[in-house]
């Protein structure tokens, strides 16, 4: 690739400098390097690289075939989202139907984030180095076939629901994995923060659209099994469109040129990278407590609100089906609405912000979870009083919870190298699933038996002891705005050493690098042990 930069150090001399080629920059007497100019905006200015490649020669898909690609992406994505929350809209007639209690309830969303957790790993792996149109066309069809499969069981069989729920996260893991890093392929810069925003539009979106369709398709055929088969079919419709419009991109190309080819190391550096990259650490965790805070709304919140009005005396309690109520379809109309505006809002309100500070992401995520604190809380104490105040405050709740979704996305993309991405999705979701919405809805449940049992057995009694379990929600949602927080003092440095490796200037090999980023983003500090390529 070039002459490989060198150095050099006299006996007396501590530390060495670094000697680099003089068309790269210039070297001073404490091993820092000051990038020339041209240098540092290469190394900086990813939008403009964008323009300059022809994504028709870079990718092998004009503009407009990326963003199909996008589109289609979306719309799986939005299936995805429908099928995990279908049951949510109908969990008081699966709660009936099977005559289980908080807890085992909450075991359905627990199985199906357990698998989806543990499979994410290995399909991260595969995504990294194999085809990914061909992984997630096997995926989405395993997928339907299971969901499919769970709406013919009956009341004996609750453990074979739990099974098949169990199976349905191992098709969508080879999905979620993966589906984020082509769009980074296809795009870079403020295009890219784009088109992720109309990505993760459908996680709100068509979580909305799950409790909308399951609690309507249970009203309409009487049977909430008939719930289950909607987004069986319409994914054969997905499998087609991967089949026939979407191309496998090359890794990194639109961000290192179609030239130049990045080189994937072992799982174990992979990892290893991961664990020592900070700003990808402590996103993670900052994304966990967005997921334990979403994983509980969603299975919960129906199920809470449905209570609060048979306290009230305004509805009928469920004890036979089929239960009437439109609480899910409200509940899923304002998580559609929210989503759209949270997403489409963080994103922009960033990109605005960064003109001022390079750090804007983090910041925005964690200005959006310490602001739907109070109001989560709000919702939960002003239910009884008024049902109005508690659907306002979740509608403001749900949208500043929603801000962060496409700009998580977007920080990974950016503080890792291509050949890396499924890998840190992956992982991303294993620590955000295995400490966030993958116990949650079963720690609620859980929560709610214990303190109803010291209680006397009544309608109230249910009420309050799942509100109660909810107030953890505002707690997490603090302690996850302060991990973005302390993501935000490490992101510009991360940031920097991603486009270093990405453009050669530093070995992907070179993990324990520290790159210092001064405010004019113009000097990196490198220890002479690295290896560098020109």
């Known amino acids: 690739m070039g002459e490989r930069l060198g150095w050099s150090a006299d006996a007396d001399t501590d530390p060495p400098v670094l000697t680099l080629p003089d068309n790269t920059g210039t070297t001073n007497s404490v091993g820092e390097h000051h990038l020339s100019d041209g240098a540092a905006e290469s190394f900086t200015d990813n939008g403009d690289q964008c323009e300059e490649n022809d994504t ?77 149109k061909i992984i997630m066309c096997c995926g989405i069809t395993f997928w339907c076939l299971v969901t499919l499969a769970s709406s013919f069981i009956t009341e004996q069989h609750f453990w074979l629901l739990l099974l098949t729920r169990g199976l349905v996260g191992v098709g969508e893991a080879s999905y979620s994995t993966i589906a984020s890093t082509i769009i980074a392929d296809l795009f870079v810069a403020d295009l890219r923060s784009r088109m992720l925003s109309v990505f993760y539009f459908a996680i709100p979106v068509g979580s909305g659209l799950g409790y909308i369709v399951g609690s309507k398709v249970k009203d309409a055929t009487g049977d909430w099994h008939w719930s289950l088969r909607v987004t069986p079919a319409l994914g054969v419709l997905a499998v087609g469109m991967l089949i026939f419009f979407v191309k496998e991109p090359p890794r990194g190309a639109m961000e290192h040129g179609a030239n130049r080819q990045l080189v994937n190391t072992s799982w174990f550096i992979d990892v290893k990278a991961l664990i020592h ?121 749900e949208t500043f919870l929603s801000l962060n979704w496409a700009l998580v996305a977007d920080i990974v993309l950016y503080v890792v190298i291509p050949t890396r991405r499924a890998t840190a999705s992956a992982l991303q979701i294993v620590l955000s699933h295995l400490l966030g919405d993958a116990g949650s809805p079963y720690i609620i449940g859980v929560i709610s038996d214990q303190i109803r049992a010291v209680r006397p057995d009544s309608f109230l009694s249910e009420f309050r002891s799942l509100e109660y379990s909810l107030m953890i929600c505002s707690f997490v949602s603090v302690i996850g705005g302060a991990f973005f927080l302390a993501t935000a003092v490490f992101i510009e440095n991360d940031r920097k050493k991603a486009e270093l490796q990405i453009k050669g200037a530093l070995t992907i090999n070179d993990d324990d690098v520290g790159v210092h980023v001064p405010p004019n983003g113009t000097t990196a500090q490198l220890p002479v042990s690295s290896d560098f390529i020109c």
């Open 56 to 132: 028709d020669t870079v990718t092998g898909m004009s503009r407009r075939h990326s963003v199909l690609v996008v589109l289609i992406l979306f719309y799986i994505n939005l299936l995805n989202y429908m099928d995990r929350f279908t049951v949510a809209g109908v969990l008081p007639e699966i709660q009936t139907y099977f005559n289980k209690n908080d807890s085992e309830t909450g075991l359905l969303q627990t199985v199906f984030i357990c698998s989806y957790m543990v499979l994410a790993p290995v399909f991260g792996y595969l995504g990294d180095r194999y085809n990914r």
């Open 277 to 397: 990259n900070p700003s990808f650490i402590l996103s993670s965790l900052g994304f966990t407590a967005v997921a334990f805070v979403t994983g509980a709304l969603a299975l919960w919140a129906p199920t809470y609100l449905i209570r609060s009005q048979v306290v009230q005396g305004t509805a009928k309690p469920c004890i036979k089906q089929p239960c009437v109520s439109n609480d899910s379809l409200i509940f899923g109309v304002i998580t559609c609405i929210t989503g759209f505006l949270g997403v489409g809002s963080g994103v922009e309100i960033s990109k605005w912000y960064r003109k001022r500070n390079p750090r804007s992401d983090p910041l925005v995520c964690a200005a959006g979870l310490l602001i739907s604190a109070p109001f989560l809380y709000l919702a939960l104490v002003c239910v009884v009083s008024s049902i109005t105040a508690t659907y306002v405050f979740i509608f403001i709740g």
